[in-house]
């Protein structure tokens, strides 16, 4: 069964998801070659108590820690590490609180430094590819016109969709149903219906799209070693059309691509938002 959210409790998971936004955006500026992921880890964990939150991610299944970030080749769930990030790396943080007995989830992609052309490609058709799954959340719509067209356009990019993860429902649990596959025919699936609300996450890589997970059993890889893109955002289905709650302000939605003042920003890159 699909959940449907009240206004009030959809008023609480503007607030869990408002949390999310505004941590990923204090990140977002912190990447930097030099900074590590642990670093990252340590800033978003305080933020989140500061703001009255709990980590969701935190001790679930076991996981150890707040953010999951995911470098290069990791696809999600990466386990903070502190190794220093480097100049041309690219980092997916992932981020989940739990606020007033609701959920919230959002990952972006940033790039550390300068990153090469088609780099910023596999970032921007990611996120365009969430931006194209978010135009179908709509009233009378199905689950699977989602998927549908996030692999129409990460695929008409020459890049893949990653199959063994999925988005999902998100409210009072942080995985509720539907699970929201990134591929598959349009048409199929329960109807979206008024006061629904997904996380639609999109994970793409630059060659095949198989996936293996390391020894540390949380890190997902690609299995021939190419890079990975993940953009996630939380989204309500309402009469009015999709709103996303874990949009950041324009204000806070320029890339940081860690450039410092000595390494020149790719400017394809300056659009890019969570
Ligand atoms: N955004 C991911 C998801 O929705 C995060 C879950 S990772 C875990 O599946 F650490 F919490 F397991
Ligand atoms: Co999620």
């Given at each position: 069964m699909?959940?449907r959210?009240s ?5 609480r ?7 999310v ?6 990140l ?6 030099g ?27 076991g ?9 290069n ?5 990466g386990i ?6 480097v ?29 090469p ?8 058709v990611?996120h ?10 709509r009233v ?16 008409a ?17 942080l995985h509720?149903e539907p699970?929201i596959?990134?591929y ?29 997970v390391l ?26 059309g ?5 949009q950041?302000?324009e ?6 691509a ?13 659009s890019l938002?969570?």
């Amino acid at each position: 069964m699909i959940v449907r959210k009240s206004p009030a409790e959809l008023e609480r998971m503007r607030a869990a998801n408002a949390v999310v936004a505004s941590v990923l955006a204090e990140l977002r500026k912190l990447v930097a070659p030099g900074v590590s992921t642990q670093d990252l880890d340590a800033v978003a964990e305080r933020q989140i108590h500061e703001a009255g939150a709990v980590p969701a991610f935190k001790g679930y299944h076991g996981y150890p820690a707040t953010l999951c970030a995911s470098v290069n080749e990791a696809v999600v769930h990466g386990i903070p590490s502190e190794t220093p990030l480097v100049a041309g790396d690219i980092v997916s943080l992932d981020m989940g609180v739990l606020l007033d007995g609701f959920y919230g989830d959002s990952a972006i992609t940033v790039p550390v430094g300068q990153v090469p052309v088609r780099t910023t490609e596999l970032l921007r058709v990611t996120h365009e590819s969430l931006e194209r799954g978010i135009e179908q959340v709509r009233v009378g719509g199905h689950v699977s016109d989602i998927g549908h067209a996030v692999q129409k356009h990460v695929e008409a990019n020459g890049f893949a969709v990653v199959r063994e993860f999925v988005g999902h429902g998100i409210g009072t649990e942080l995985h509720e149903e539907p699970q929201i596959p990134n591929y598959g025919k349009p048409g199929r699936g329960s109807e979206l219906k008024a006061g629904m609300v997904f996380a639609i996450e999109p994970m793409v890589t630059m060659g095949g799209p198989a996936v293996r997970v390391l020894g540390d059993n949380w890190t997902a890889v690609t299995r021939d070693g190419s890079l990975a893109a993940h953009f996630e955002h939380t989204v309500v289905v309402s009469e009015v059309g999709p709103e996303v709650l874990t949009q950041i302000a324009e204000s806070d939605a320029i890339v940081n691509a860690g450039a410092g003042d000595d390494a020149p920003v790719d400017e394809s890159a300056s659009s890019l938002r969570g």
